[in-house]
């Protein structure tokens, strides 16, 4: 499968709102609603921050959250905060028969 | 404390092998399926390879398939990646990932480093 693709880049304010699309295909974000997102810090392990399309692991702030529409999943901060300023990368299952998990290529958040 | 910790990367040349391992501690390894993800130097995460008991399942990437084998020791709590005929692309930090579920990994180990050059 090919990879999902997301943004390059994104840029925020403190205090600002800012979204990540996601877009795949009818084999993977469109048929399952098995979505992920995983933040990233340089030189560190990504870290799961939303499974499920929705759902925030326990310890994981309120000010992320996610959707999905059809072929597209995204991810949007509230409230955005200097630590956030990372690498995203969103995942979704796409099956069995060829490669179960597949990512997106990265967005690199800033924060001004 | 819930930890993942990786071990077994190196140089190596083309067309050699690796066998990486990963330890876990502080939870029952046994429950749980595992991945390895990777990771190229500047560049996205790659998924590797996915493994489970209950029923007994591995996929690979298209890119591994037949050259990489994962395996697991629920005695000795690790998971492992045994890497043949190793390829300059096949370079960059592993890292292995507890699953929870259809592309989620809720536990990474803090990767280790492969470097595959003449």
């Known amino acids: 499968q090919s990879a999902l693709t997301q943004p390059a880049s994104v840029s925020g304010s403190p205090g600002q709102s800012i979204t990540i699309s996601c877009t795949g295909t009818?084999?993977?974000?469109?048929?399952?609603?098995?979505v992920s997102w995983y933040q990233q810090h340089p030189g560190r392990a990504p870290k799961l921050i939303i499974h499920q399309v929705v759902e925030r692991p326990s310890g994981v702030s309120l000010r992320f959250s996610a959707s999905k529409s059809a072929h597209t999943a995204t991810l949007t901060i509230s409230g955005l905060q200097p630590e956030d300023e990372a690498e995203y990368y969103c995942c979704s299952f796409a099956g069995t028969d060829a490669s179960p998990w597949v990512f997106g290529g990265g967005t690199k958040v800033t924060v001004l | 404390e819930v930890k993942l910790v990786e071990s077994g990367g190196g140089l190596v040349q083309p067309g050699g092998s690796l066998r990486l391992s990963c330890r876990g501690s502080g939870f029952t390894f046994s429950r749980y399926e595992w991945n390895w993800v990777r990771q190229a130097p500047g560049k996205g995460l790659e998924w590797v390879a996915f493994t489970s008991e209950h029923p007994p399942r591995t996929y690979y990437a298209e890119s591994v398939k037949g050259r990489f084998t994962i395996s697991r020791d629920n005695v000795e709590s690790s998971l492992y990646l045994q890497m043949d005929n190793l390829r300059p692309e096949d370079a960059g930090v592993y890292f292995c990932a507890r699953d929870t579920g259809r592309a989620s990994a809720d536990v990474w180990g803090q990767g280790t480093l492969v470097n595959v050059s003449s």
């Open positions: 009818s084999s993977d974000i469109g048929k399952y609603d098995f």
